[in-house]
C-alpha cells in the first residue's frame, strides 16, 4: 500500500521552505539509520479525557495530559487509502471514531512531528526526539521531556485539550495511596524513603489541586 505525503515542508519567515540537513549516509556511501518499521508512518497525537499524569515542574505538581501515537494507515482505525495514491490518507472516519470514543485527535501534525530519512525510506518522529547518527547507521536517542512537557502545557493552557475531571484525580489520588502502602514494606531502604517522600508530596498537591486542578502548589509552598 502508498503511504500518506509527509507533512508540508516547513517555511521560515520570508516565506522560504527549510531544508533539511543531508546526512552523510545519503552521500557519502554510509548507512543510514534504521528507527522500525513502526516510524515509516506519518502519526496522530490523540487524548483521551481519562488520561493524565502528574508531573513535578519547578517545585509544583501539575496535570499533563498523556499522549498517543495513532498512524496514518490505511487500515487502521478506519483510515483509508484514497483512489489516487499520490493522495494522503483518508482520516475522516478514523477521527470521527476516535472523537466517539472520547478522544481529541491533535491534527496540525506540523507542530510536533519531524520526518528523518532512514534506510527504510523516510520516518516519523516527534520534533523532541533527537538522534546522533553515526556513519555506520547506529544512532543514540534523547528526549527533549522539558520541551515536550512545555508543549504538553500549552495544549490544556490554550483549551486545546480541557483539564481534568473529578474522577480522574480521584483515580490519581487511589494511585498514590496504593503506591505508598506498598512502599511501607521496604521502607528501611534509602530509595523507598525517597519514594515515599515523592509520593507524599504529589499526594498533598493532588488533594490541593481542587480549587485549581491544572497547576498545584507542592509541599512547603
Known sequence: MAKTLAPAPVVDSEGFVTGTTVSRG???????????????WPFYLVHHH??????????QWEFLPLLRRIPIR??????????????????????????????ATLTDTETYTVSIPSIRGTSYHLKWERYRV????????????????AWRRSLVEEGRIGEPRPKV??????????RLG?????????????????A????????????KPLS??????
Not at 543514540?140 to 522539558?146: N, R, V
Request: net charge negative.
Open 26 to 40: 545519503e552521500t557519502a556511501g554510509g548507512t543510514l539509520p534504521d528507527f522500525g518499521e513502526d516510524r515509516g
Open 50 to 59: 481519562n488520561n493524565w499524569e502528574l508531573v513535578e515542574h519547578g517545585g
Open 74 to 103: 490505511p487500515g487502521c482505525i478506519m483510515a483509508e487509502q484514497a483512489k489516487n495514491p499520490k493522495e494522503p490518507t483518508r482520516t475522516g472516519r478514523m477521527r470521527a471514531k476516535l472523537e466517539d470514543d472520547g478522544q
Open 134 to 149: 553515526y556513519p555506520d547507521g547506529d544512532h543514540d536517542p534523547s528526549f527533549d521531556h522539558d520541551g515536550f512537557n
Open 169 to 178: 484525580l480521584n483515580r490519581l489520588r487511589q494511585r498514590l495511596q496504593r
Open 182 to 198: 506498598r512502599i511501607q514494606k521496604d521502607i528501611h531502604l534509602p530509595k523507598a524513603k525517597q519514594q515515599q517522600a515523592e
Open 200 to 211: 507524599e508530596a504529589a499526594l498533598e498537591a493532588l488533594n490541593a489541586s481542587q480549587a
Open 216 to 221: 498545584c502548589k507542592a509541599k512547603g509552598e
